[in-house]
C-alpha cells in the first residue's frame, strides 16, 4: 500500500516551454502533497504544499507564477513549471500524506527528471 | 528555527556488517516526528523508519533501527547486516508545522564486498 506515481519520469523540453508533472496516489486518498526539487548531490528542499481543493502554499522564494500547482482531487497534483528556463533543470520529487495510511509518513514519487535546454 | 543535520558526507561499511548514520535535530516544538529515508540512484525516496517524539521505544523495522535520544535531540539509524544494496544516499527528517518536512544534507554510503 502506500504507493504514489509521477509521470513523466524524464522530460526534455526547450526553453520558454512549460512542462507540467503528475503526481498521483494510487491506493489511498491523498488529503495533502508536497513538491520537492533537488539539484544533484544535494537535499531535497520543499516547494509548495498543496491540499485537495485549495490553493497551494508556497515556500519562501519560489515563485507562484512559475510554478503552477493543483491538486484537483484526493489523488492528483499538478506541477507546471511554466516558460522553463535551463537554471529550471532539476529532479522534481511529489509525496503524499492521507489518512487511510500511516498519518504520520510521507509516501513519495519516484521523481521527475527535467532538463531545459 | 528547526534544523536538521547530518556529519557525514560519505560513510564506508563493510559487507554484513553493522553502521549507523549520524542524525542530530533542533526544535522547539513538543511533538514532532523523524524519519529517515533511502535515495538510491535511480532517485525514488524510500521510507525506512518512523519516530514519534513521545514514543518510549527506539523504532525497529527489520534490519534498521532508530537509536532515539531525546535529550540529545539525536536520532541515528543503525543497518544491521549490511548488503551491496544497501548503498545509496539515506536522508534524515523532522516533520514539522503542517506536516512538511525537512531533510538534512544526506549521508552516501558504500557498503564494500
Known amino acids: 500500500g502506500a504507493v504514489v506515481s509521477q509521470h513523466p519520469s524524464r522530460v526534455i523540453c526547450k526553453s520558454g516551454t512549460s512542462v507540467k508533472i503528475e503526481c498521483r496516489s494510487l491506493?489511498?486518498?491523498?488529503?495533502?502533497m508536497f513538491w520537492y526539487r533537488q539539484f544533484p548531490k544535494q537535499s531535497l528542499m520543499l516547494m509548495a504544499t498543496s491540499n485537495e481543493g485549495s490553493k497551494a502554499t508556497y515556500e519562501q522564494g519560489v515563485e507562484k507564477d512559475k510554478f503552477l500547482i493543483n491538486h484537483a482531487s484526493l489523488t492528483l497534483s499538478t506541477l507546471t513549471v511554466t516558460s522553463a528556463h535551463p537554471e529550471d533543470s532539476s529532479f522534481y520529487i511529489c509525496s503524499a500524506k492521507g489518512d487511510s495510511v500511516d498519518q504520520e509518513t510521507q509516501y513519495f514519487g519516484p521523481g521527475t527528471r527535467l532538463l531545459v535546454l | 528555527a528547526q534544523k536538521i543535520t547530518q556529519t557525514q558526507p560519505g560513510m564506508f561499511v563493510q559487507e554484513k556488517e553493522a553502521v549507523t548514520l549520524d542524525c542530530t535535530y533542533d526544535?522547539?516544538?513538543?511533538?514532532?516526528?523523524l524519519f529517515w529515508y533511502k535515495q538510491p540512484s535511480s532517485g525514488e525516496m524510500i521510507f525506512l523508519i518512523y519516530q514519534g517524539s513521545y514514543d518510549q521505544q527506539n523504532a525497529t523495522e527489520g534490519r534498521y533501527s532508530l537509536n532515539f535520544q531525546k535529550a540529545r535531540k539525536s536520532a541515528n539509524l543503525v543497518i544491521s547486516a549490511s548488503q551491496l544494496g544497501d548503498s545509496a544516499m539515506y536522508f534524515c527528517a523532522m516533520s514539522s508545522q503542517g506536516g512538511k518536512l525537512i531533510f538534512g544534507q544526506g549521508t552516501e554510503l558504500s557498503v564494500k564486498p
Open positions: 491506493d489511498f486518498q491523498a488529503t495533502t
Open positions: 526544535t522547539s516544538d513538543p511533538s514532532y516526528g
